[in-house]
């Protein structure tokens, strides 16, 4: 048997709607570590964000991963050995400060010193969308008037919260004002995230699939955002879920059942537990189909 990457993004597709990993998701999962199988996290999230999932199955144990930030960042769950990280040069934080000023909009970025208390940081005005960026990671916000004076750092991402109607226009203007070694991409039509250049869950993927020991045949995507599009179009089976974006099911190779359905253990089932089988077909959103 050859070992399989399952990746899986969180919001949409791990968990359902209440955040939960549902018993019978979390049961094919554990089913396939048994197998010899191996699990990645691939999320926007900062990594102290997706512990809870890590510490819910168990993934320093089975020797799973993470892939926080968008991919600015990958650990070993395990030994807690950082594989990959690219952090976005600090030098560009007037620029996007600037910006998010000019048009009204949130703006954030994570705590870097690891001796105080995780938190997300806010440079300028709380919303509704930043204060459940910070609720779903666990998180309490930090308020920072002299922001750019306090991140002092270079960053892994920055994250602006903008009108759903207006962030596609806005993510075109910031990728030309910041240029060429800097990525701009959304994940909601709500958050605009900035990394560094060649950062996203795809360009990341191919980087350490090496160095974990599998190939991209061998790596099976799942996702329902539009920053899960870049890795489920790389994978070698790359599967959208019943809920995810148009984007998304267009660049994918299957469409699994929502993440209200249990459309991850159905992908758990179908490749990694049970790969010779047929594929199914997709009637009313309850099983998988081949497009």
């Not at 010899?36 to 199955?57: K, N």
């Not at 954030?108 to 208390?117: A, F, G, H, P, R």
């Not at 993927?205 to 160095?211: Q, Y």
């Amino acid at each position: 048997m050859e070992k399989k990457l399952l990746v899986l993004d969180i919001d949409g597709t791990l968990v359902n709607n209440e955040k939960q990993i549902t018993p019978k998701t979390k049961d094919a999962l554990f089913r396939a570590m048994e197998a010899g199988h191996s699990i990645m996290i691939a999320s926007g999230r900062p990594t102290p964000g997706v512990q809870r999932y890590v510490e819910e199955l168990r993934m320093k144990e089975y020797g799973g991963y993470t892939l926080t930030y968008n991919g600015a960042r990958v650990q070993e769950c395990g030994s807690g050995k950082v594989i990959y990280e690219k952090r976005l040069s600090r030098e560009f934080l007037p620029k996007i400060y600037a910006y998010a000023e000019e048009h009204d909009l949130g703006i954030i970025t994570y705590e870097n010193d690891l001796s105080k208390e995780p938190q997300v940081l806010s440079g300028r005005r709380l919303d509704d969308w930043i204060l459940w960026e910070a609720k779903i990671n666990g998180l309490t916000v930090g308020e920072r008037e002299g922001f750019l004076d306090y991140v002092d750092y270079d960053v892994y991402k920055v994250l602006l919260t903008s009108d759903p109607e207006k962030s596609e226009g806005y993510m075109k203007e910031l990728q030309e004002l910041l240029g060429p070694k800097v990525n701009v991409m959304r994940s909601e039509a709500f958050f605009i995230e900035i990394t560094a250049r060649h950062i996203d869950k795809a360009r990341t993927l191919e980087r350490v699939i090496g160095p974990i020991g599998v190939t991209q045949s061998n790596t099976i995507c799942c996702g329902d955002a539009f920053n899960d599009i870049s890795m489920v179009e790389y994978a070698g089976v790359g599967v959208a879920m019943g809920n995810a974006k148009p984007e998304v099911k267009e660049v994918a190779d299957y469409i699994t059942a929502s993440n209200e359905e249990d459309g991850i253990a159905r992908v758990v089932e179908r490749f990694l537990l049970c790969p010779d089988e047929e594929s199914e077909t997709y009637e009313g959103g309850n099983i998988m189909k081949q497009l």
